[in-house]
């Protein structure tokens, strides 16, 4: 069975950072794009940053770019989310998901493109 956990969340001041670890099982996920997505309390779940299937490729919000790092150690079969320089509006759930698809870097910011998905991590920054 196919399954992620994200890990790494906690409470930070604003300004401080976190790193978000995603530990896949179940197969091996070389093949295949993983990307962050987040959610916040009333607001529907947005994209974060992804990594294409060959780890080349990055892709990120604009809300996030040049804070945050997606990175990945296929032989862990881990991906991760450094997040420096966190601002209140960073928190939310952060959620990992695989591409349905092998071999496909298409739509990196369309969620229903990612199953499955991780329980989720809470990030909370304070002001």
């Known amino acids: 069975q196919v399954q992620l956990v994200e890990s790494g969340g906690g409470l930070v001041q604003a300004g401080g950072s976190l790193r978000l670890s995603c530990a896949a099982s179940g197969r091996t996920f070389s093949s295949y794009s993983m990307g962050w997505f987040r959610q916040a309390p009333g607001k529907e779940r947005e994209f974060v940053a992804a990594?294409?299937?060959?780890?080349?490729?990055?892709y990120y919000a604009d809300s996030v770019k040049g804070r945050f790092t997606i990175s990945s150690d296929n032989a862990k079969n881990t991906e991760f989310l450094q997040m420096n320089s966190l601002k209140p509006e960073d928190t939310a759930v952060y959620y990992c998901?695989?591409?349905?698809?092998?071999?496909?870097?298409?739509?990196?910011?369309?969620?229903?493109?990612?199953?499955?998905w991780g329980q989720g991590t809470q990030v909370t920054v304070s002001s």
């Open positions: 998901g695989v591409k349905r698809w092998p071999y496909y870097n298409g739509n990196y910011n369309y969620q229903d493109d990612y199953a499955p």
């Open positions: 990594i294409g299937w060959s780890g080349h490729s990055t």
